[in-house]
């Protein structure tokens, strides 16, 4: 079976409190999008390995067993009796984006495993064994849009449809490495939360929703923020940048022009879902 793990986008993001584990509680607001990798899981017949693992496309720049679809795939051995597994995974989402492409591939793995071999795990259970895997990993389980806290892993359906919405993405030939990203903000709870601010029209989100990683990501890497502007120039209603970054997105009520952005830029852009 092929299958097509999406991205997700943040709208709005809030660093709210530095645990004493390390971590940061955030809230924020995941979005499916429907920027994909391609997914094929097939089960061969005569092998004695755990799995064969395929990868295409963009670079997957890890070992096998360090890929978040090996860790999913040995997680689901963990509880159930699984034959052998082939995976082919064909990247395109962006790594190092704050799209959550590697957080996809992983719960797609687990839900079409379980799918096809009719395993007796529920949504429940499949979601608290992505958690495992990555904080946003869960939300694509069910895949629908969803308000997010604690970790990023503590979700709660959000009734927010966007389905007119034309998104231009945006990503440029930098990545910003999460833990670096959290390392330059300083945590505090907003004024107005993103639950009451998504309730307003879009029009009205500009000055509103804000990613607290942006402060610092545009003055490390300039261009992110550059980007954001000049989605504005080109008449975005609401631009954004997505979790740490680099990606940048901006919503628009007619179809954008994706020409004219630098060359080594990744540059999508899709009805939103």
């Not at 997914?39 to 395929?54: G, K, T």
């Not at 990501?217 to 120039?233: M, T």
């Not at 990606?247 to 899709?270: D, I, T, Y």
Request: charged letters at 25%; aromatic letters at 10%; proline letters at 6%.
């Amino acid at each position: 079976m092929i299958v097509y793990p999406n991205a997700k986008i943040n709208l709005g993001l809030d660093i709210t409190n530095k645990r004493s584990d390390g971590y940061h509680d955030i809230e924020t607001l995941f979005y499916p999008i429907a920027l994909s990798d391609g997914l094929e899981v097939v089960f061969p017949q005569n092998c004695d390995a755990p799995y064969v693992w395929e990868a295409s496309g963009n670079a997957v720049d890890c070992p096998p067993e360090k890929n978040l679809c090996i860790k999913a795939l040995m997680k689901l051995r963990e509880v159930r009796d699984i034959p052998a597994v082939g995976l082919h995974l064909h990247k395109v989402v962006p790594t190092g984006a704050g799209l959550g492409g590697g957080s996809s591939d992983a719960a797609f793995v687990i839900s079409t495993i379980c799918n096809l071999l009719k395993l007796d795990l529920s949504a429940e259970e499949q979601k608290r064994m992505a958690a495992g895997i990555g904080a946003d990993c869960a939300f694509f389980i069910d895949n629908r849009p969803a308000f997010a806290s604690g970790i990023g892993d503590v979700l709660t359906p959000a009734d927010l449809d966007l389905s007119n919405w034309w998104i231009l993405l945006v990503k440029p030939d930098v990545s910003v490495p999460t833990k670096t990203a959290y390392s330059k903000v300083r945590p505090q709870k907003p004024l107005t939360s993103i639950t009451e601010i998504v309730k307003r029209p879009v029009a009205e989100w500009r000055g509103l929703l804000k990613n607290d990683f942006e402060e610092s990501v545009f003055a490390e890497y300039p261009v992110v923020g550059e980007i954001k502007d000049e989605l504005y120039r080109r008449g975005a209603v609401y631009a954004s940048m997505s979790g740490s970054g680099s990606s940048v997105f901006g919503l628009f009520e007619a179809e954008p022009a994706m020409s004219g952005f630098a060359e080594e830029f990744f540059v999508w852009k899709g009805k939103m879902m």
